[in-house]
């Protein structure tokens, strides 16, 4: 139990919430006794990463886990440390017979747009509007939470690629469609939040329209750009 009370106070100090952690130590607790994976990560005796995620399934369909949170704090020891926490993910799911990981980040945050689509190699699957409704942390206050789902098939060429360590550039080609997104949103929000509002309602128009039309997101560019095919 201290070390799920780390991880909850942890997650609350990233998300700029200390004392309210978006999961309680009891929960967390719950869930790793219950055989989900909660994992914290630690610099000598000091944690300073986490990542959390249950078992899901659908109707006929193979069990995957939902990764819910994952947190690093901002400092020079947990460097790399996202990657090799997803990484240790991976392998905890392959050793149980899970294939896929699936996840929701907020499609304007263009660092987790790179990490999980080039640096993973996991695939965006669906484009959801305002998926939690308003929230209140310290990262999303003023904005609509729309999410990009993202499925990761652990035993794709990509993901081995990625694992690797060869991050996947996509190459736009002629008939590619880029949607762009701002360097850093977040301080978009606390410097003009209309504008934010704008970047929001484009890239939902943008990404969320070209998905739904049958586009599908094939990488992130160093320009901080989706790229879309329909191919």
């Not at 607790?29 to 986490?50: K, W």
């Not at 190699?121 to 308003?134: C, H, I, M, Q, T």
């Not at 329209?209 to 879309?228: D, K, N, P, W």
Request: glycine residues 12%; negative net charge.
């Amino acid at each position: 139990m201290p070390e799920m009370h780390d991880l909850a106070e942890l997650f609350a100090t990233i998300w700029g919430r200390p004392g309210e952690p978006p999961l309680d130590a009891s929960t967390l607790q719950a869930l790793s006794h219950s055989g989900n994976y909660v994992v914290g990560a630690y610099s000598g005796t000091r944690m300073v990463g986490g990542l959390i995620g249950w078992l899901g399934g659908r109707p006929r369909g193979d069990l995957y886990l939902h990764s819910h949170i994952l947190g690093v704090l901002p400092d020079t020891e947990a460097r790399g440390l996202g990657f090799d926490l997803k990484q240790h993910q991976r392998a905890w799911c392959i050793d149980r017979g899970v294939n896929s990981i699936e996840w929701t980040f907020d499609p304007l945050v263009r660092r987790n747009a790179y990490f999980n689509l080039v640096k993973l190699g996991a695939d965006a699957v669906e484009y959801l509007v305002d998926f939690y409704g308003p929230m209140d942390d310290g990262i999303n206050t003023g904005d609509e939470s729309d999410r990009l789902l993202v499925r990761w098939n652990l035993h794709s060429e990509r993901a081995a690629a990625a694992a690797a360590g060869g991050p996947l550039v996509a190459q736009p080609d002629a008939g590619a469609l880029l949607v762009q997104v701002p360097e850093d949103i977040v301080a978009v929000r606390h410097a003009d939040p209309a504008l934010a509002r704008r970047w929001r309602h484009r890239v939902r128009e943008g990404l969320g329209g070209a998905m739904s039309r049958g586009y599908r997101v094939i990488g992130f560019t160093t320009a901080f750009e989706y790229v879309l095919s329909r191919d």
